[in-house]
């Protein structure tokens, strides 16, 4: 049996169990969406958020790309964030990276990467930042994953600057979050970023609304 039609096989077993559970599942599940989520993850196909949320279809609007990154001139990201924030109300964003990361390894070589060198500059950028902190660890791995972090707080605050999510903030309390999933554990890692001090600096320059 070919690949292709296992994912066939597959969906018709997975049809069958959610009828056996209730049988009004897809005439339900077609009426609409209300997420209480936006979910802004790594495109990586180890890493699915439905899966290490343990959620359910309808609870998690989801975007994802390589390296979660928050750009302002992609017109995905911005589509998907302006769409779950101002017609969806979601009321938690989260961008959440993950250990073992692809494309914040690949940033942090010397090499060209073809098409792939504009999209990886974002989180060169990042390491710009933060070159201080990172080149002062020795141990290349403990860096790696370093980034990986700095990298999702980076998106966050790019979140923050936008204008969606500042009217929303204002006007019902929508909050940010940054997560990182080990890939090593299965564990999800609440980062506790201290936006206020983050943004103290800088707020007066991206205070849209």
């Not at 204002?170 to 999933?181: A, I, N, P, S, T």
Request: proline share 2%.
């Amino acid at each position: 049996m070919t690949k292709i039609s296992k994912v066939f096989e597959n969906n018709e077993k997975w049809i069958a169990e959610k009828l056996a559970i209730d049988e009004n599942f897809f005439k339900n599940l077609s009426k609409g969406q209300k997420p209480e989520f936006l979910y802004i993850g790594c495109s990586d196909s180890r890493v699915t958020a439905e899966d290490l949320m343990g959620v359910k279809p309808g609870e998690v609007f989801i975007h994802r790309n390589i390296a979660n990154l928050v750009n302002n001139i992609d017109l995905n990201v911005m589509s998907v964030l302006n769409y779950a924030v101002r017609h969806l109300k979601v009321k938690h964003i989260v961008v959440c990276g993950h250990y073992n990361c692809g494309g914040i390894k690949a940033a942090m070589i010397p090499e060209d990467f073809g098409i792939l060198n504009s999209w990886l500059r974002n989180i060169r950028d990042v390491y710009r930042l933060h070159k201080e902190e990172l080149n002062n660890m020795e141990d290349e791995t403990e860096r790696y994953n370093r980034l990986v972090e700095l990298n999702v707080q980076e998106q966050c605050v790019n979140l923050i600057k936008t204008a969606a999510v500042q009217q929303a903030y204002k006007e019902r309390g929508l909050l940010v979050h940054g997560w990182v999933f080990d890939i090593h554990t299965g564990r999800l890692i609440d980062l506790k970023i201290d936006f206020p001090k983050i943004l103290e600096g800088i707020m007066e320059i991206y205070k849209l609304y």
